[in-house]
């Protein structure tokens, strides 16, 4: 099956520092990828829509600034945490689809754990 | 927008036996919808979906059940393994945006 792969797992980074995370379609084209954050024992919570060529889409309260979204190629895009604190320690999952296909399975990525002290 | 929920936060079963897990949706427009499971540290990982104009499909030991009628979907699997034990994730919505419920979690009792 098509693979997702999202670097890097865990990462522990000081407050006021910036953290990037990638994602990456494997084996597939991804025009649209979604990052997600998830709180323990919470549900998905859809960040933004990253499109690529284009600025991406953020969902109502979440900063634009402060996630910043690069979706540079077909297969790549990244989420970049900047100035982080305490509270936005969290599990970070991106999503793919295939491009051209409406209403297929997304692919998850296996997320990374953020932790900023 | 979408509200997509669970009815029971966790489910206990005996291992080999079946089990259902239940979510509701609000959306009426929403049209495609998945089921996936998550272990812990884990991301999520694609059971099985389905879309508005089906109402059964089934996969290895899974089915998922969908009755637009009363916007609510199901998940069973038959006989369980102590393997199925993780949190199971309803995710529903139009286009590409997935809406994701809170969750339930299935423990296979040995």
């Known amino acids: 099956g098509a693979v997702v792969s999202q670097h890097p797992s865990r990462v522990i980074c000081k407050s006021g520092t910036s953290v990037k995370i990638e994602c990456r379609s494997l084996?597939?084209?991804?025009?649209?990828m979604f990052w997600y954050r998830q709180f323990p024992k919470q549900s998905l919570m859809l960040m933004a829509t990253?499109?690529?060529?284009?600025?991406?889409?953020?969902e109502q309260g979440v900063e634009k600034d402060k996630f910043l979204i690069n979706h540079a190629s077909l297969t790549l895009s990244t989420l970049t945490v900047t100035s982080a604190h305490p509270e936005d320690s969290s599990f970070y999952i991106c999503?793919?689809?295939?491009?051209?296909?409406?209403?297929?399975?997304?692919?998850f990525g296996q997320g990374t754990r953020l932790t900023v002290v | 927008g979408e509200s997509v929920g669970l009815h029971l936060p966790t489910l206990s079963v005996q291992e080999g036996d079946n089990s259902i897990i239940n979510c509701a949706y609000s959306?009426?427009?929403?049209?495609?919808f998945i089921w996936y499971k998550q272990e812990s540290g884990k991301g999520p990982q694609f059971i099985i979906d389905?879309?508005?104009?089906?109402d059964k499909r089934q996969g290895q030991r899974v089915t998922v059940l969908l009755n637009k009628t009363v916007k609510h979907l199901s998940l069973q699997i038959a006989a369980t393994q102590p393997g199925d034990s993780a949190v199971y994730f309803c995710?529903?919505?139009?286009?590409?945006?997935?809406?994701f419920g809170t969750g339930t979690r299935l423990t296979i009792i040995p």
């Open positions: 999503s793919a689809r295939r491009t051209g296909n409406m209403n297929t399975e997304a692919f």
């Open positions: 084996d597939f084209q991804a025009t649209t």
């Open positions: 990253s499109n690529e060529g284009s600025k991406a889409t953020y």
């Open positions: 959306n009426s427009a929403s049209d495609y």
């Open positions: 389905i879309r508005s104009n089906m």
């Open positions: 995710a529903g919505g139009e286009n590409e945006k997935l809406t």
